[in-house]
């Protein structure tokens, strides 16, 4: 999956000031944890967004991200519960659980009202971009953290301007991404029939 953006240059080349996310949006928007993964995989937001991490398995998990972007550590919480992350400024932010080591998400965070989201076919749309100079942003899935800036590049929309072309980017692999535990460890190995972090009822 790759997700493009697109951010208005100044004539000087700069990127102007984007107004942040309304402080209380009608619906936040969410990344629930069940089956031991996160849906979405993959989040995008507006800067200033407010992220519910709404539990839906029934047992612990514990929500961190550590990479560019937004760092928090959610800290262990029930199935059933909620808590929330404010993400103030762009960046791409590498959500893990900390018991977990299968669960992974990203949310990219953006200052901007003109982005896509790949569909399966690599396919994607951007409409009602008025024309002008952009600085073009492009992340794939396959880049992973240890490569969390998104590639860039200036370009310019034309008044009859269609299509921004073809966009090629790195390949995904295909593997599950590499990660250390909140604390910089390797993950201990699952624990027999289960978990010590599973919820009793």
């Given at each position: 999956m790759t997700v493009v953006w697109l951010t208005p240059l100044t004539a000087s080349g700069e990127a102007p000031v984007m107004p942040k996310?309304?402080?209380?949006?009608?619906?936040?928007p969410r990344l629930v944890q069940k089956n031991k993964s996160f849906e979405p995989h993959i989040l995008v937001v507006p800067a200033g967004?407010?992220?519910e991490f709404p539990n839906h398995d029934p047992f612990f998990h514990n929500v961190f991200s550590l990479f560019e972007g937004k760092k928090f550590n959610l800290?262990?919480?029930e199935a059933g519960?909620?808590?929330?992350?404010?993400?103030?400024?762009?960046g791409i932010s590498f959500i893990f659980c900390n018991i977990h080591p299968e669960m992974s998400a990203v949310v990219i965070t953006i200052a901007t009202p003109f982005y896509a989201v790949s569909n399966g076919d690599g396919l994607l749309s951007l409409a009602g971009v008025p024309y002008?100079?952009?600085m073009l942003h492009i992340w794939s899935e396959g880049m992973g953290?240890?490569?969390a800036q998104p590639l860039?590049?200036?370009?310019?929309?034309?008044?009859?301007?269609?299509?921004l072309g073809v966009i090629k980017v790195p390949a995904a692999n295909?593997?599950?991404?590499?990660?250390?535990?909140?604390?910089?460890?390797?993950?201990?190995?699952?624990?027999p029939n289960g978990s010590v972090y599973e919820q009793q009822r």
């Open positions: 996310a309304a402080a209380t949006p009608t619906a936040n967004s407010v992220v800290g262990l919480y519960t909620s808590q929330t992350v404010r993400f103030e400024r762009p002008g100079r952009y953290p240890e490569n860039t590049r200036q370009i310019t929309i034309g008044e009859n301007a269609s299509s295909g593997q599950s991404m590499v990660h250390k535990n909140l604390y910089g460890r390797d993950y201990d190995e699952p624990t």
